[in-house]
């Protein structure tokens, strides 16, 4: 309960009438990322546009008539959530609610690895009826997750190699998403550390917890900047709580931001944490990574210290880097190509 009062909280979209209907199952919404580094290109090279970055939030409502009694998750929703790269598990607190934390995450978590299992254990029978021998090691590794799962664990917790992990990567793993636990609290308490006991329940799942206060969050949509940030700082806030969890996210799904900047448009790019140069053009476009010469790059820090690419120039600031350089958090890099 509470999770479209917590997507209006980060997309700023109220509810819609009718939602209940079934209709809309999966509304999407955007998060658009607060970023004072990209604010700051903007300014300095006095940019047209200003493109951040855009996270895409789903919220989703179950349909009373799948949703098995006392089930957690209505199962007509798990293919949608399959192509999700995490999940936002929202756990109501507010107004005297007070759902036992632990429990209610072991409920999800039970409904996550039961999805996974059946799906393992199909795939499993199939290569067992195949009797492939270049198979063999799909089906090793999905009888080694299928023991795992049966013991009623999620797959994020199960050491698994790069090799392995490519035998699942196309079937969108339930119980091994990064999952962040929003507890859904009152205004009061939502800058307060959550409780211990609620903390080691969700790290003990490999999640970590977040407290928000929804409803709260959700009314300084009608505010002007202002006006938020007077309301933020009564309730002893200092920024919206989309921003910290972005942070959180960003952690969860192992991402970093890097920059291109110029007069035309100042933009910041999300990007997997460890990526090359290379893969960082094939983020802007595809043509620059199949004509990638070089990137030229300098720190966020060189540049916000100098405020210019002819002082950066100057003081030797500016690197050039190959292909199979690894991209750090705030590079602002100018790819050099051909085609
Ligand atoms: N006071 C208060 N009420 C809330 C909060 N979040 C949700 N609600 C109320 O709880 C009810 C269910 O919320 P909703 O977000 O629609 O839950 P959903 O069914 O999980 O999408 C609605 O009446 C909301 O107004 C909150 O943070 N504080
Ligand atoms: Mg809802």
């Known amino acids: 309960m509470g999770k479209s009062t917590v997507f209006h909280a980060l997309t700023g979209l109220a509810p819609l009438a009718g939602q209940s209907d079934g209709r809309n199952r999966a509304r999407p919404g955007q998060i658009k990322v607060a970023?004072?580094?990209?604010?700051?290109?903007?300014?300095?090279?006095?940019?047209?546009?200003r493109v951040e970055v855009e996270l895409t939030v789903l919220d989703f409502a179950p349909n009373p008539k799948e949703q098995k009694e006392g089930a957690a998750l209505d199962p007509s929703l798990l293919p949608?959530?399959?192509?999700?790269?995490?999940?936002?598990?929202?756990?109501?607190?507010?107004?005297?609610?007070?759902?036992?934390?632990?429990?209610?995450?072991?409920?999800?978590?039970?409904?996550?690895?039961?999805?996974?299992?059946?799906?393992?254990?199909r795939r499993l029978?199939?290569?067992?009826?195949e009797r492939n021998p270049a198979s063999e090691f799909e089906r090793a590794t999905l009888q080694r997750c299928v023991k795992w799962l049966e013991e009623g664990k999620p797959l994020?917790?199960?050491?698994?190699?790069?090799q392995e992990l490519a035998v699942f990567a196309s079937f969108g793993l339930l119980s091994r998403k990064p999952?962040?636990?929003?507890?859904?609290c009152d205004a009061e308490r939502a800058g307060a550390a959550p409780a211990a006991d609620a903390a080691a329940a969700a790290a003990a799942h490999g999640m970590e917890l977040f407290s928000l206060a929804a409803a709260f969050e959700a009314e300084l949509w009608e505010l002007d900047a202002e006006g938020q940030r007077e309301l933020l700082s009564?309730?002893?806030?200092?920024?919206?709580?989309?921003?910290?969890?972005?942070?959180?996210?960003?952690?969860?799904?192992?991402?970093i931001t890097f920059y291109t900047a110029g007069e035309p448009e100042a933009h910041a790019w999300p990007l997997t944490c460890?990526?090359?140069?290379?893969?960082a053009a094939g983020r802007i476009h595809s043509d620059i990574a199949r004509g990638f010469i070089r990137a030229e790059?300098?720190?966020?820090?060189?540049?916000?210290?100098?405020?210019s690419d002819a002082k950066v120039r100057e003081a030797g600031k500016l690197r050039l880097e190959g292909r199979d350089y690894v991209i750090r958090d705030g590079d602002i890099i100018h790819v050099r190509f051909k085609v």
């Open 274 to 279: 460890g990526a090359s140069a290379l893969e």
């Open 35 to 49: 970023d004072e580094r990209l604010d700051f290109l903007e300014r300095t090279y006095g940019s047209k546009k």
């Open 125 to 129: 029978e199939r290569l067992t009826k």
């Open 179 to 184: 999952a962040l636990v929003v507890v859904n």
């Open 234 to 255: 009564a309730a002893g806030l200092s920024a919206p709580a989309r921003d910290r969890l972005v942070t959180a996210l960003y952690r969860a799904l192992g991402l």
């Open 80 to 121: 949608l959530i399959r192509d999700l790269d995490a999940l936002l598990i929202v756990i109501p607190e507010f107004a005297g609610k007070q759902a036992a934390l632990p429990g209610a995450l072991n409920a999800i978590e039970a409904e996550l690895v039961f999805a996974d299992l059946d799906q393992a254990e």
């Open 297 to 307: 790059v300098v720190s966020y820090a060189d540049f916000a210290a100098l405020r």
């Open 156 to 162: 994020r917790s199960l050491e698994l190699a790069a």
